[in-house]
């Protein structure tokens, strides 16, 4: 079982930077893959940014070279920062801990909009 807590969301201007942070506990986080996903109003919930337990990343085309995922394994978190943050990057994001099953945080909206 894993509880995920995220934080950092809030209203940024286009081109600006934020940094969201996803905070776990529970079981052993480091044999987990990590994952960042966005929910915009009337869109599917879409994968942002992956992180395995081996700490191999991939990213949606969409923002590669903008978002970097990490992890720190001994403080059980998994950041994403976020800079040249445009206004189709608004949404709700989730933090996502994958093993064999699936485990959500309650999410954080990010508002990209001058």
């Known amino acids: 079982q894993v509880q995920l807590v995220e934080s950092g969301g809030g209203l940024v201007q286009p081109g600006g930077s934020l940094r969201l942070s996803c905070a776990a506990s529970?079981?052993?986080?480091?044999?987990?893959?990590m994952g960042w996903y966005r929910q915009a109003p009337g869109n599917q919930r879409e994968l942002v940014a992956r992180i395995t337990s081996g700490g191999n990343t991939n990213y949606a085309d969409s923002v590669k070279g903008r978002f970097t995922i990490a992890r720190d394994n001994a403080k059980k978190t998994v950041n994403l920062e976020m800079n040249s943050l445009k206004p189709e990057d608004t949404a709700v994001y989730y933090c996502?801990?994958?093993?064999?099953?699936?485990?959500w945080g309650q999410g954080t909206q990010v508002t990209v909009s001058s």
């Open positions: 996502n801990a994958h093993r064999s099953t699936d485990y």
């Open positions: 529970g079981s052993i986080f480091s044999t987990f893959h």
